[in-house]
């Protein structure tokens, strides 16, 4: 069927862009265009976006708990978009192994993992926006997201944009990224074949990759802060079993020399104090040193240790905001329970929507 686009033009004083809203068959969508060329009143601008915009609900993050979200939204005959800065999978999408998810396959990666994803995305023909979010104002009814050079308006925002792994903060950790600092097990082990590795952290996601990539290692050291090993018995009882794993308890990783590759470690014994350097030649170092949540670009919400708080059914204390997965404030982080986040997100939200 051929399309039918008529333009109309609106003036915005203070953003000084030309907005066209098209009307399309009957679907009316607004798109910004051409900068510096006229302008008309912010709150003109948002109410005539908001009437014609074409998404019902954003979402922010494409991990399980945004696609979740986006998928019962759209189940329910509503309109959502998501965003994504990296990929969609999200924290999972880069592990070697997911498990524990029901119904996973044995042999179920990351990447495996987030195709599924993908193919739901695509089954619900929910559109993603490969971008990041820099900034949000979610108080009224008309929410605002911007990009670095868009802004887009929605009654309803889904905040599911997790958490950034956990830095150490020492020297070497960032001059050595990728020369041998690594954080994706499922591409970078294989590099370290026949080469030292070590692992620092002693929680179930470290243990986890430590398993995997003991595969790779001459030999595999464990860096871990406290007196024991943290994961559960299922990982602990596979790391007994292997024969090239060295632990080394209540230490930290003081520094992490090199030039072109890995060259020594600064180890310091919680205990004693005492510095150790160990020498090493091209190892690959994977650190999981938690993590921390994505919540600054909410200026507006209620949070606690930087986590948003939500209600039983997802909302924050801003109505028409809803938060799921890892970012919330919440006792297991896990795919099953950002999964569950998500499902109850998008209901309420569609509820919320229905009810305006
Ligand atoms: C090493 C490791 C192994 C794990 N293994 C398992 C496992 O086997 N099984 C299991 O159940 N759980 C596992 N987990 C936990 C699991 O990864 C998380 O609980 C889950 O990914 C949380 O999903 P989420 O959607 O809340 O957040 P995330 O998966 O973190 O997704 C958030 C998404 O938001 C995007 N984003 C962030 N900021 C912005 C922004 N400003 N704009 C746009 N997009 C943005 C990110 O790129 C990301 O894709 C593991 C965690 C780690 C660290």
Redesign the pocket.
Same mark, same amino acid.
């Given at each position: 069927m051929s399309r039918l686009y008529i333009f109309f033009y609106f003036f915005a004083r203070d953003k000084k862009n030309i907005y066209f809203l098209m009307v399309k068959e009957y679907n009316y969508f607004v798109e910004q265009k051409f900068i510096n060329i006229f302008s008309i009143k912010k709150d003109v601008l948002i109410m005539i976006k908001n009437s014609f915009n074409n998404y019902d609900a954003i979402i !922010?993050?494409?991990?399980? %708990?945004?696609v979740s979200a986006g998928i019962y939204l759209a189940s329910r005959g509503l309109n959502p978009i998501i965003?994504?800065?990296?990929? =969609?999978?999200? @924290?999972?999408?880069d592990?070697s192994?997911?498990?524990?998810?029901l119904s996973v396959s044995n042999d179920e990666t990351g990447e495996s993992f987030s195709n599924k994803l993908k193919n739901q995305l695509e089954k619900y023909k929910i559109p993603v926006i490969n971008?990041? !979010? =820099?900034s949000t104002e979610l108080d009224g009814v008309i929410k605002i997201i911007k990009t670095k050079d868009k802004e887009y308006v929605s009654k309803v925002v889904i905040i #599911?944009?997790? @958490?950034t792994?956990r830095k150490l903060g020492i020297i070497g950790e960032e001059e050595l990224f990728g020369k041998g600092v690594c954080h994706n097990p499922s591409k970078e082990g294989i590099l370290y074949k026949g080469k030292e590795i070590f692992v620092v952290g002693g929680a179930?996601?470290?243990i986890?990759?430590a398993i995997y990539l003991s595969q790779f290692a001459k030999k595999l050291t464990i860096i871990h802060f406290e007196d024991k090993i943290g994961a559960i018995a299922e990982f602990k009882n596979k790391l007994d079993n292997l024969n090239n794993i060295e632990l080394c308890l209540h230490s930290r990783v003081a520094k992490i020399n090199g030039r072109n590759y890995i060259e020594s470690l600064d180890i310091i014994d919680e205990k004693t104090k005492e510095i150790k350097n160990i020498k090493t030649s091209e190892a690959g170092v994977f650190i999981?040193a938690g993590?921390t949540p994505?919540t600054e =670009?909410y200026k507006d919400l209620k949070l606690k240790d930087n986590f948003i708080e939500v209600n039983n059914k997802m909302e924050t204390n801003i109505s028409g905001v809803y938060a %799921?997965?890892? !970012?919330c404030d919440k006792q297991i982080?896990?795919? #099953? @329970? %950002?999964v569950a986040?998500?499902t109850i997100a998008g209901v309420n939200a569609t509820i919320y929507l229905k009810n305006l």
């Amino acid at each position: 069927m051929s399309r039918l686009y008529i333009f109309f033009y609106f003036f915005a004083r203070d953003k000084k862009n030309i907005y066209f809203l098209m009307v399309k068959e009957y679907n009316y969508f607004v798109e910004q265009k051409f900068i510096n060329i006229f302008s008309i009143k912010k709150d003109v601008l948002i109410m005539i976006k908001n009437s014609f915009n074409n998404y019902d609900a954003i979402i !922010i993050g494409g991990g399980p %708990a945004g696609v979740s979200a986006g998928i019962y939204l759209a189940s329910r005959g509503l309109n959502p978009i998501i965003f994504e800065k990296h990929k =969609i999978g999200g @924290t999972v999408g880069d592990v070697s192994s997911v498990t524990h998810y029901l119904s996973v396959s044995n042999d179920e990666t990351g990447e495996s993992f987030s195709n599924k994803l993908k193919n739901q995305l695509e089954k619900y023909k929910i559109p993603v926006i490969n971008e990041e !979010i =820099i900034s949000t104002e979610l108080d009224g009814v008309i929410k605002i997201i911007k990009t670095k050079d868009k802004e887009y308006v929605s009654k309803v925002v889904i905040i #599911a944009n997790g @958490t950034t792994p956990r830095k150490l903060g020492i020297i070497g950790e960032e001059e050595l990224f990728g020369k041998g600092v690594c954080h994706n097990p499922s591409k970078e082990g294989i590099l370290y074949k026949g080469k030292e590795i070590f692992v620092v952290g002693g929680a179930d996601g470290a243990i986890k990759e430590a398993i995997y990539l003991s595969q790779f290692a001459k030999k595999l050291t464990i860096i871990h802060f406290e007196d024991k090993i943290g994961a559960i018995a299922e990982f602990k009882n596979k790391l007994d079993n292997l024969n090239n794993i060295e632990l080394c308890l209540h230490s930290r990783v003081a520094k992490i020399n090199g030039r072109n590759y890995i060259e020594s470690l600064d180890i310091i014994d919680e205990k004693t104090k005492e510095i150790k350097n160990i020498k090493t030649s091209e190892a690959g170092v994977f650190i999981y040193a938690g993590s921390t949540p994505n919540t600054e =670009i909410y200026k507006d919400l209620k949070l606690k240790d930087n986590f948003i708080e939500v209600n039983n059914k997802m909302e924050t204390n801003i109505s028409g905001v809803y938060a %799921a997965g890892d !970012i919330c404030d919440k006792q297991i982080r896990q795919v #099953a @329970t %950002a999964v569950a986040d998500g499902t109850i997100a998008g209901v309420n939200a569609t509820i919320y929507l229905k009810n305006l």
